[in-house]
C-alpha cells in the first residue's frame, strides 16, 4: 500500500498550524522588496524544460557536453561504488525532444545480485532539504506535501545553474522531463483537448482534482519557506511564489512526483527520497518485486529476476490500479494484478429506518457510504459482495427491519420482486457508466492496432479500454444473475429510499 498511500496523501489541504504563521514584505528591506519584485521579470528555465502546458518547446542541444559527464559519472565522481548499471537511451515520440534514459543492466545479472547501491550523500531527503529533522517532521505531521518541499528545492537549486552541486541530476531529469517509460507525460501536464481522451473515465476528475491540490500547495510555499530556516538562509529574497509561476511549479511537482521513492524503516524525515539512477531511469512493473530499500548508508537495488547485459531493470511500482500509474507516471500496465475500478453505494439518508440500517452496515463491516473495489478478472466476486449491501437498503418493512437486526450476518430477507429490483438498479449502473465512454471496446482495440496512434491518446485508450472491460464483466454477472430467477414475470419491487450508486 506504500505508493497508493503516498499519492493520495501527496495532495493535502492547507496547512494547519503553519498556515497561522503571516509573513508580508513589511518584513523585509525595501530594498530587499524591490530586488525582489524585479525577479519577476527574471526567465527561468523549469525543472521540466518548456513553457506552458500543452506547448511544443524545442530542447536547447549541446548541454551533454559541458565538460561535467554523464549523471553516472557525477554519480561515481561524488561516492557510487562499482555498479553493474549503465545509461542507455530510448526514442521519444516528439522528434522535438531528446531521447529519454532508462537503467539497463551492463552485465548478466542473477536474481538477488545488488544491481546499484546508492550512498546517502546522493540521495534527496525531505531531512536534507529543510536541514533539520525535527522541522522536517512538523512540517509532514501538519499535512504539507512531501513532494511540495522536494520540488521546491530542486527549482531553487537549478538556479543556481552549474554551481548547484545537484546540477547533472537535475539535467537528467529536464531531460526527462516527468515523461514515464512510455515517454509520455502524466496527465497532469496535458491539455484540455488531451484530457477528453478520458472521458468516461473518473481518472479524469481524478487529475482535475490533482491539480487543484498542487494549486492548494503552491498557495503554501511562502509559509513554508519562511518556517525552513535552511532554505531562508539560502535564499534570502526569494519568496517562492514570486520567484516561481504556478506552471513552472507544476512541472517540477509532476517530475518529483513521477521519480519519488517510498523507503521503508528510515524516519519520518527520510521516507520521500529522490534517487539518481532510481525511477523514472528505473523502469515500473506490476509483476515485479525488485524495490529500492534504504541500508546502512545507502539506497540499494536488489533484483528479482535474471537480466542480460543490455536489458532494461524494473522495479515495483506498488499495489496500484492503472489509473494512479497513469497519473503518477504516464503509463498503463495491461498485465496489472492490481488493477481496479471503484463502486460507490450509499444508504438513503432520507430513509426512516436509515440509522438502524447504517448500524447494520457497521456491524457487518461495511459504511453508510462505502466503496467497492472491483478488481480486473474478479468482478463476480464484486457483484456478489455489493449485493446483500444494496438488498439492505431495499428492506422498507419495519418488522423485516427488526428481523435483520436480530439476526447474524448481512443476511436480508429477499423476495423475489426485490431481488429484480436490486439487479435491475445494478444493471442499469454498469450500462450508465458504460455509456458515459466515446468509445467501444471494439472501437478502442481498432485504435491501439494503429502504431502511428499518438503516445498520449494511447496509453489513455489503453485505460478506458481496460475500464470498460471490467465493467462489462461486472454488467454480465449481474445479467447472468437475473437469467437464474426463477420468475421472469414479476416485477420489481417499488423502492422509495433505494440505495444510492456512483
Not at 504563521?21 to 527561468?44: D, G, Q, T
Not at 535564499?235 to 512526483?257: G, L, M, N, R, W
Not at 502511428?452 to 465493467?471: G, H, I, W, Y
Request: hydrophobic share 40%.
Amino acid at each position: 500500500m506504500e505508493f497508493t498511500y503516498l499519492h493520495n496523501k501527496c495532495i493535502s489541504p492547507s496547512l494547519t498550524v503553519l498556515s497561522r504563521v503571516s509573513f508580508s514584505y513589511s518584513n523585509l528591506p525595501k530594498r530587499a522588496v524591490s530586488f525582489h519584485r524585479r525577479r519577476r521579470n527574471f526567465f527561468f528555465a523549469t525543472l521540466v524544460d518548456g513553457k506552458r502546458t500543452g506547448e511544443v518547446v524545442r530542447e536547447r542541444g549541446g548541454e551533454e557536453d559541458d565538460g561535467l559527464g554523464d549523471l553516472k559519472s557525477w554519480m561515481h565522481n561524488n561516492g557510487l561504488p562499482p555498479c553493474k548499471v549503465v545509461l542507455k537511451e530510448r526514442s521519444s515520440h516528439d522528434k522535438n525532444l531528446r531521447p529519454i534514459h532508462y537503467v539497463a543492466a551492463s552485465e548478466d545479472l542473477q536474481a538477488s545480485d545488488v544491481a546499484v547501491s546508492v550512498p546517502n550523500s546522493l540521495v534527496v531527503t525531505l531531512e536534507r532539504v529543510l536541514g533539520n529533522e525535527t522541522l522536517a517532521e512538523l512540517l509532514t505531521t501538519n499535512k504539507l506535501s512531501e513532494l511540495a518541499c522536494l520540488a521546491l528545492y530542486l527549482m531553487y537549486e537549478k538556479k543556481q545553474g552549474k554551481k548547484s552541486f545537484w546540477y547533472p541530476y537535475i539535467k537528467e531529469l529536464d531531460r526527462q522531463r516527468g515523461r514515464g517509460q512510455l515517454a509520455v507525460e502524466s496527465p497532469l501536464l496535458w491539455s484540455e483537448a488531451e484530457l477528453a481522451y478520458l472521458t468516461g473515465s473518473p481518472t479524469k476528475a481524478e487529475v482535475l482534482d490533482r491539480a487543484d491540490g498542487i494549486k492548494r500547495e503552491y498557495e503554501e510555499l511562502d509559509t513554508v519557506w519562511f518556517m525552513a530556516g535552511s532554505l531562508f538562509q539560502q535564499y534570502p529574497y526569494d519568496i517562492p511564489t514570486e520567484a516561481f509561476s504556478f506552471e513552472i511549479f507544476k512541472q517540477a511537482f509532476v517530475a518529483v512526483q513521477s521519480c519519488v521513492v517510498h523507503l521503508q524503516k528510515v524516519s519520518l524525515a527520510r521516507r520521500f527520497a529522490l534517487v539518481p539512477l532510481g525511477p523514472p531511469l528505473l523502469a515500473y512493473s506490476s509483476n515485479c518485486k525488485a524495490m529500492l530499500t534504504a541500508v546502512d548508508g545507502a539506497v540499494e537495488l536488489v533484483v528479482d529476476r535474471p537480466y542480460k547485459a543490455g536489458e532494461p531493470i524494473v522495479v515495483w511500482c506498488g499495489p496500484q490500479p492503472n489509473s494512479k500509474l497513469l497519473l503518477n507516471y504516464g503509463f498503463v500496465d495491461e498485465d496489472n494484478p492490481y488493477d481496479r475500478i471503484a463502486v460507490e453505494a450509499a444508504l438513503n439518508t432520507e430513509d426512516p429506518q436509515y440509522q438502524d440500517k447504517r448500524m447494520v452496515a457497521q456491524r457487518n463491516g461495511k459504511l453508510s457510504v462505502q466503496v467497492f473495489q472491483v478488481y480486473a478478472g474478479k468482478e463476480k466476486e464484486a457483484v456478489s459482495d455489493i449485493l446483500p449491501y444494496l438488498r439492505l437498503g431495499y428492506v422498507s418493512d419495519p418488522s423485516e427491519m427488526q428481523s435483520v437486526i436480530s439476526s447474524q450476518g448481512p443476511v436480508c430477507p429477499v423476495s423475489p420482486c426485490m431481488e429484480q429490483a436490486v439487479l435491475d438498479q445494478l444493471t442499469v449502473y454498469f450500462r450508465t457508466r458504460l455509456a458515459g465512454y466515446c468509445t467501444s471496446i471494439s472501437e478502442d482495440e481498432l485504435m491501439l492496432a494503429d502504431p502511428n496512434l499518438n503516445p498520449k491518446k494511447r496509453v489513455a485508450t489503453q485505460l478506458v479500454r481496460l475500464e470498460k472491460k471490467m465493467l462489462s464483466a461486472c454488467l454480465q454477472a449481474t445479467v447472468d444473475l437475473i437469467n437464474q430467477l426463477p420468475d421472469h414475470a414479476v416485477s420489481p419491487c417499488p423502492a422509495p429510499y433505494a440505495p444510492l450508486l456512483k
